[in-house]
């Protein structure tokens, strides 16, 4: 484990689903950000959250809601998604800006 | 905007040989960069963080390099073993939040 918990691992949901990605980190980090990785795609920058408030959200879809109740927990609000959603989601934390990156293990997301 | 080239995208070695896996980046202006190993399905480890004002980093193994000038980083794996088969990104932190990825180069070490 690297300090940074993602749950559940896998999720297969339809498209009229409701369903929540977790994550959770104890390592004093204020900055917290959520991923996507398609198939031979690099790695796009979902949402960032900073001391609990959003800073950057990259155009995002809005079947995607995240949410930050604290500066250890993170989550990813998913509804009406399509089968192109379908992706490895991961989390990351960081102290601040140039202090790297800690990722979770992600959550495998199938949508039929 | 900050692009990331990963070179080879793909690299089959025997065990034993040391090997370079190569990045570049389009703008210099950066406030580190970073190396991770991702295994198949999995999530990123990281191997490496390089600040700006740094050239190198070792760890075991790995020793990264930075020249910001001509926007270029390499990871030198020394002695590869089987188990150093995965994907290997390289990151750039813009001093941002929008850390830039290459798309990886994918490793594969015969015994």
């Known amino acids: 484990e690297t300090g940074v918990t993602q749950t559940p691992r896998h999720l297969v949901m339809g498209m009229t689903n409701k369903k929540s990605l977790k994550c959770e980190q104890h390592?004093?980090?204020?900055?917290m950000y959520w991923y996507k990785q398609s198939a031979k795609k690099p790695l796009e920058l979902m949402f960032v959250?900073?001391?609990?408030?959003?800073?950057e959200n990259n155009s995002v879809p809005s079947r995607f809601s995240p949410e930050c109740p604290n500066s250890s927990h993170l989550f990813l609000h998913l509804h009406t998604l399509q089968p192109e959603d379908s992706a490895l989601y991961l989390c990351?934390?960081?102290?601040?800006?140039?202090?790297?990156?800690?990722f979770g293990s992600g959550t495998r997301l199938t949508v039929v | 905007k900050q692009e990331v080239t990963q070179i080879p995208a793909a690299l089959s070695v025997p065990e034993g040989e040391n090997l370079v896996l190569n990045c570049s980046f389009t703008?210099?202006?950066?406030?580190?960069l970073q190396w991770f190993r991702q295994d198949p399905g999995k999530g990123l480890t990281s191997l490496l963080l390089?600040?700006?004002?740094?050239r190198e980093q070792t760890s075991g193994r790995l020793n990264a390099s930075l020249d910001k000038s001509s926007g270029r980083s390499t990871l030198y794996i020394a002695a590869s073993q089987p188990g150093d088969s995965a994907t290997y990104l390289c990151?750039?932190?813009?001093?941002?939040?929008?850390?830039?990825f290459g798309a990886g180069t994918r490793l594969t070490v015969k015994p």
């Open positions: 959250y900073s001391l609990e408030e959003r800073v």
């Open positions: 703008d210099s202006a950066i406030y580190n």
């Open positions: 390089i600040q700006s004002s740094q």
């Open positions: 390592l004093g980090h204020n900055a």
């Open positions: 990151a750039v932190n813009p001093a941002s939040y929008d850390m830039r």
């Open positions: 990351a934390s960081s102290q601040e800006p140039g202090n790297g990156y800690t």
